[in-house]
C-alpha cells in the first residue's frame, strides 16, 4: 500500500469563472510532449539527467517549479524503453502556477510499474480535496487558487501530470517591478503562499505566465 504526503495548500479564491482548460505535461513522450525543459536540460536518450535545484518544466503559461537543494529532480529513460518519466526525491517542493489563471486541479499519474514511497497524509491548511486512486496510480487534487504547494515527503516516478485551471484572474494589485514592462504581477514566498507587499526578501513572481526568482529590498 503506497502512502501519500502533501505539506501545502494555499491560495486564495477566484471570484470569476470561465471554461477549464486542461494543459498536459506528458513526461513519459519525453521530447513529443511539447514540455519546455530547464535551461541546459535536455532528454537523456538513456539513464538519467539531473536537474538543477530550482527546475520549471513549462507548456505556454502553466509551469511546474521543482525545488530541492540536497537532492534535485530527475529526468529518466530506462535502457530499452520508449518511455521517459519524472521523479522528484524527497523534500521535493512542487510549486504549480498557471499564469493569470487559478488551478482548478491537478492529476499525477504514477508509473504503474515503479513503486512510489511517501509518508502519510497529514493535516493541512487550505480548502482543497485530495484523493489518490490506486488501481489507476493517480494522485488527484482539486481547488480554486492561484498557486499550488506541495512538499513531497517521499519519492515518486511521474508518467504525466494534467492541470487545470479556470482561466479566473488571480493577480492581486501589486504592481511588478523593473524588468518585466511594468504589468500586474502575483508574488509568492518561497513556500508558495501569496504575498500582497513582498519586501525584505526573496520571492516568487509571476507575470505574463512567466515564474521567477526576486529578490526585493
Given at each position: ?70 537532492s ?17 526525491s ?63 515527503g ?9 492541470v ?10 501589486t504592481?511588478a ?5 511594468g ?9 508558495g ?25
Open positions: 500500500m503506497r502512502n501519500f504526503c502533501i505539506a501545502c495548500l494555499l491560495g486564495m479564491s477566484c471570484a470569476v469563472a470561465s471554461a477549464d482548460v486542461v494543459t498536459t505535461f506528458d513526461f513519459s513522450a519525453g521530447p513529443e510532449s511539447g514540455i519546455e525543459m530547464p535551461a541546459g536540460k535536455s532528454w537523456p536518450a538513456s539513464g538519467s539527467v539531473v536537474m538543477d535545484e530550482d527546475a520549471v518544466f513549462r507548456i505556454d503559461n502553466v509551469s511546474i517549479r521543482a525545488t530541492n537543494a540536497t534535485p529532480s530527475r529526468i529518466y529513460k530506462a535502457s530499452g524503453e520508449d518511455r521517459w518519466y519524472l521523479r522528484p524527497a523534500g521535493t517542493k512542487l510549486v504549480f502556477m498557471g499564469g493569470s489563471d487559478n488551478l482548478a486541479g491537478i492529476r499525477i499519474y504514477l508509473c504503474p510499474d515503479k513503486e512510489s514511497e511517501l509518508s502519510e497524509l497529514p493535516q493541512m491548511p487550505g480548502e482543497y480535496t485530495a484523493t489518490y486512486d490506486e488501481e489507476n496510480c493517480l494522485l488527484e487534487w482539486a481547488g480554486s487558487n492561484p498557486s499550488v504547494f506541495m512538499d513531497l517521499g519519492k515518486l516516478y511521474i508518467d504525466k501530470i494534467e487545470t485551471t479556470d482561466g479566473a484572474a488571480s493577480q492581486p494589485d504592481e517591478g523593473s524588468g518585466d514592462g504589468g500586474a504581477a502575483t508574488y509568492l514566498d518561497l513556500q503562499r501569496p504575498v500582497q507587499n513582498p519586501s525584505g526578501g526573496t520571492f516568487i513572481r509571476i507575470s505574463s505566465g512567466l515564474a521567477e526568482k526576486v529578490y526585493i529590498p
